[in-house]
């Protein structure tokens, strides 16, 4: 079976599984974006790069704002992996941003 068809196979795999979750989060992001609410995006090492596509794209959406943190991509691999384990390293990266408590935080983790 070419990859292209079992990418796809997974694809409509997890959208099925997943679906109610995929709904929520698109209804709750929608919510945000109408009362004109930050939506906080997260992701480290390669999952970042999610982040940076959401933001500030030519027609894109204004809402989206990247949490991004230099320590936490990939210039330094073997550092930025061990920053990815330490407990407690959120409340710092987010003392960062000014974020309210009606912004909505979307966190992206790509696992094997």
Do not use: C, W
């Not at 384990?85 to 003392?95: H, K, Q, S, T």
């Amino acid at each position: 079976m070419p990859v292209v068809d079992l990418v796809l196979e997974r694809l409509s795999q997890l959208s099925e599984s997943h679906s109610a979750t995929i709904q929520a989060a698109a209804d709750t992001f929608a919510e945000h974006v109408q009362r004109d609410n930050l939506i906080h995006v997260f992701g480290a090492g390669h999952s970042h790069m999610l982040a940076e596509e959401l933001f500030f794209r030519a027609g894109g959406l204004l809402s989206f704002n990247p949490l991004l943190d230099p320590a936490l991509m990939l210039q330094s691999a073997i550092a930025a992996g061990d920053l990815e384990r330490v407990v407690d390293y959120a409340p710092i990266l987010l003392g960062k941003y000014p974020i309210a408590d009606t912004d909505a935080i979307l966190v992206i983790l790509l696992r094997h």
